[in-house]
């Protein structure tokens, strides 16, 4: 039991060794930081209809 929590604090301190500052994370950028826009929604244009291709 005692090795177990000996490992987990090592873990633990492992994890967080070098960590400075809240992580960054894309939907709150840090100031100063502007992601690149994504481009516009382009919808699919619908096949046409078998009478409008022949020219009825």
């Known amino acids: ?3 177990f929590l000996l ?3 090592m873990a633990l301190l492992a994890a ?3 960590q ?3 992580l ?3 939907d ?3 100031p100063g930081v502007k992601a690149a ?3 516009p929604f382009e919808p699919v244009p619908y096949p046409a209809r078998d009478d409008e291709a ?3």
Do not use: H, Q, T, V
Request: glycine share 20%.
């Open 28 to 30: 709150s950028p840090p």
């Open 24 to 26: 960054y994370l894309r």
């Open 54 to 56: 022949e020219g009825r």
């Open 20 to 22: 400075k500052g809240p």
């Open 1 to 3: 039991m005692r090795f």
């Open 7 to 9: 490992g987990a604090a």
């Open 37 to 39: 826009k994504p481009k």
């Open 16 to 18: 967080g060794c070098g």
